[in-house]
């Protein structure tokens, strides 16, 4: 099993909040929880009207990218098994 650490961005399919649909897309680790779950934050590259988001650039990175500025959304958290985190 891969291990992954807190505050790493990886990409998981993340939920659609009506549980319909879901898209992959990058995610921060905010937890790792017990029996294999990891708790997720989504990333979008979406500006949205929240008072809230964290900005996040090429400059956050130590290594690795996203392809554009994008925000971290701390209102849409998600838990996934670590099998479906990439």
Known sequence: MVKFTVGQV??????FSDLTTQKLR????VAIGDFE???LC???SKT????????LTAADFVEGSLPVDSFIRPDK???A?????H
């Open 10 to 15: 990886v990409t998981s399919a993340f939920p």
């Open 26 to 29: 990058p995610a921060l680790v």
């Open 42 to 44: 989504q990333i979008t």
């Open 81 to 85: 098994d670590q099998s479906i985190v």
């Open 48 to 55: 949205y009207s929240s008072s809230n988001p964290i900005k």
């Open 77 to 79: 958290l998600f838990t």
């Open 37 to 39: 779950d990891i708790i």
